[in-house]
């Protein structure tokens, strides 16, 4: 939060000192939240991932059983019976990890599929926004969504060249 709060201080700040500068503000998810396809991904996404998490629950269930089974049967157990029943376990819980992690991890299935079906929309925006920049003559937009984030910039406005040159490392 104070990082959020410090960068739009900052981001005020170098605004303000470029009066000339014309800046507006934008909220994405309002207008994600206005297109149909958006809402259509989303729903997808939602459903896609709770059918993966019901795969999930119910492996993880099953270990549950099988873990209770081996706790009441284990005084009547032999040595090599407990072993093999312990490696089952162990074996049948990292497959219900190793499931959850192509599922859900990162760049897992699901942020594959959100690529998919979100991406697409999100450059229509992005590119919406930088058209409309353009013609109404910003040099910056701020997106209030989920903190203010610099959501465009006029390239002209780049100035890492220079702080390189007084750093003084040449590209």
Avoid: H
Wanted: aromatic residues 8%; contains cysteine.
């Amino acid at each position: 939060m104070k990082k959020t709060i410090l960068s739009f201080i900052l981001l005020l700040s170098v605004v303000a000192a470029q009066a000339q500068q014309r800046y507006c503000f934008i909220d994405s998810r309002f207008i994600l939240e206005k297109i149909t396809d958006y809402k259509d991904a989303q729903t997808k996404l939602d459903n896609l991932s709770k059918t993966w998490q019901d795969e999930i629950d119910s492996k993880m269930a099953e270990v549950e059983r099988m873990y209770k089974g081996y706790q009441a049967e284990k005084p009547m157990l032999s040595d090599e019976m407990r072993n093999r029943r312990q490696d089952e376990i162990v074996a049948r819980e990292k497959e219900a990890k190793d499931l959850q992690k192509q599922r859900f991890g990162y760049e897992g299935d699901l942020f594959k599929k959100r690529q998919e079906l979100v991406k697409p929309i999100q450059d229509r925006v992005f590119n919406a926004v930088q058209k409309m920049a353009s013609q109404k003559g910003f040099d910056l937009v701020l997106d209030k969504a989920g903190g203010v984030t610099l959501f465009y910039a006029d390239p002209k406005l780049d100035k890492s060249d220079e702080v390189l040159k007084v750093l003084g490392i040449n590209k």
